[in-house]
């Protein structure tokens, strides 16, 4: 898969892509995406594909054209690396010797708890807004502030100067208002190990932008690890009107093998297992008053990267995500199964775990005296069950709705609220896209586009202005409609565009 493993190339000044067809004249505005891009450097390659290097595109749609152009982001792991010809920085799936940061770690052997390991800033995954300001970001305590427009890395920043936390997840949620909401992990140092949720508000960044809008970050709340030092992996969380859903999985990150990573001769991607024998927990916490749901929610051991949608119905919290029976997904992302082609490659897929749609539902007027042994989901549009279990926990289990789906996108003036439609990558019998999907959760019926030899990454949906239907129109660098998922128009590039992971739309002002 060539298409993904080789190195992509930067296209620093704006190019115009040729249209045809028709664009909506309402879409003006800016696509941000980024992803991997660069795997090797002088001599040196990379393990894995999460590893590569962040390559940052935007394509600015404005009156009838699309401009694109491309950056690599400016970090410091960037020029080190390129100064020296060689990767000179760990990545999570690839540790280097020497590494700058091998003095914090052997201060972990005399004391343990005083681990943070100083992660790269090679913030490659999504790009997310805090006030007004726009950061690349990873799933570490930096992230990169980039400039919409020119695509400048325009400052490092570090969450720890502002909130204490070691890793905070690269898909926030934004509110109504453009508050944005995060969850991040404090390990150690910082009294009881947690994971913490907070708020950054939508007024936070200063009129000159130069002071950055996470100043003003307010922690909303906090869930202890159930495990001190193996504290759960999470991509993503789901949000309500008014909860915060948080999966504490059994796919965990154990601190002992992180902190003594470097010295075995190990990734620290190689310290994240899933222990399949345990549960699943599920956290639902007011983001109003920070207080969790005092109900012990859980179900089967999964794996869970993104989370679709959440919302409230008739007293119940409902939510869906995409889950997995196992962790291979990170193991196919080794750039040496990536690089497998033909008979080698289809063997190599006969692991992977395929993801599926699955729509939880979690009963809140839960009390002592409800029955023991029955359902107590009273929605009747769902199979989803949650079961009160002798000691007062409720035992929950999913509804699948559809599999072979990823990096879902839904009408983000949705998020929150009952929905219908999820559009996302179809993954069928591989865990690269081929083909865009639509998905209606309520008629489960499913439309696509592909076509051949295209690999869609994420589609991104785009409303148009005034649109009261959920479905009303979605664009691409492809433009598809989303209701009839029929092509509006393409934006040819005459420049080479790699493949990304995430991204979101920035709306011109009007
Ligand atoms: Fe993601």
């Not at 495990?227 to 309500?240: A, D, I, N, Q, R």
């Not at 639902?284 to 993104?306: E, Q």
């Not at 196919?332 to 497998?340: D, T």
């Not at 990096?407 to 998020?415: G, V």
Request: aromatic share 12%.
């Amino acid at each position: 898969m060539e298409v993904y493993t080789t190195n992509g190339k930067e296209t620093p000044e704006p190019v115009k892509a040729q249209i045809t067809g028709s664009l909506p004249a309402w879409l003006q505005g800016t696509l941000l995406r980024n992803g991997p891009a660069l795997f090797s450097v002088g001599t040196s390659e990379y393990n894995h594909w999460f590893d590569g290097m962040s390559l940052i595109h935007s394509f600015t749609f404005s009156n009838g054209e699309v401009h694109y152009r491309s950056k690599f982001l400016k970090s410091d792991t960037y020029k080190k690396n390129i100064k020296a010809d060689r990767i000179v920085v760990s990545e999570f799936g690839t540790m280097i010797y020497p590494d700058p940061c091998k003095n914090i770690f052997s201060r972990t052997f005399s004391h343990l708890c005083n681990v943070i390991p100083d992660f790269t800033d090679n913030n490659l995954i999504n790009i997310i807004r805090y006030g007004q300001d726009y950061y690349a970001s990873s799933e570490i305590n930096y992230i990169n502030k980039i400039d919409p427009a020119t695509l400048e890395t325009v400052a490092k920043e570090n969450y720890r100067n502002h909130i204490a936390l070691n890793l905070a997840t690269a898909h926030p949620h934004y509110d109504d208002e453009g508050n944005t909401y995060n969850m991040g992990t404090a390990l150690m140092s910082f009294g009881l190990p947690k994971y913490v949720i907070f708020k950054v508000p939508a007024d936070g960044s200063d009129k000159e932008k130069k002071k950055p809008a996470l100043r003003k970050v307010q922690q909303i709340g906090s869930i202890p690890f159930r495990s001190t030092l193996c504290p759960s992996y999470y991509h993503s969380f789901g949000m309500t009107e008014n909860y915060i859903v948080f999966v504490e999985q059994p796919f965990k990150l154990d601190i002992v093998k992180l902190a003594t990573a470097y010295f075995r001769g190990v990734s620290w991607g190689s310290c994240l297992k899933l222990d399949k024998d345990d549960i699943t927990l599920f956290h639902v916490v007011n983001k109003h008053t920070g207080k969790a749901v005092s109900t012990r929610f859980y179900g089967d051991a999964l794996v869970v990267f993104h989370h679709v949608n959440a919302y409230e119905d008739d007293d119940h919290v409902v939510f869906d995500m995409i889950t997995y029976e196992d962790s291979n997904l990170y193991e196919m992302f080794y750039l040496r199964n990536m690089r497998k082609e033909g008979d080698d490659f289809t063997e190599s897929l006969s692991s992977f775990a395929p993801p599926v749609l699955q729509r939880f539902v979690l009963p809140l007027n839960v009390h002592k005296e409800s029955p023991r042994g029955s359902n107590l989901v009273t929605l009747t549009d769902t199979t989803a069950t949650a079961v009160m279990q002798e000691d007062g926990s409720v035992y929950c289990k999913p509804e699948s709705l559809f599999t072979g789906l990823e990096l879902p996108a839904i009408n983000y003036k949705f998020n929150a609220k009952k929905y219908r439609y999820v559009y996302g990558s179809r993954v069928e019998y591989t865990p690269h896209p081929n083909q865009i999907a639509k998905f209606d959760v309520v008629s489960r019926k499913y439309s696509m586009w592909k076509q051949d030899n295209c690999f869609p990454s994420e589609p991104v949906f785009v409303a148009s202005p005034g649109a009261e239907e959920e479905d009303d129109v979605s664009p691409f660098l492809l433009v598809l409609d989303a209701k009839t998922f029929d092509e509006l128009a393409r934006a040819e590039i005459p420049a080479t565009v790699h493949l990304d992971l995430h991204g979101l739309f920035i709306p011109a002002a009007v």
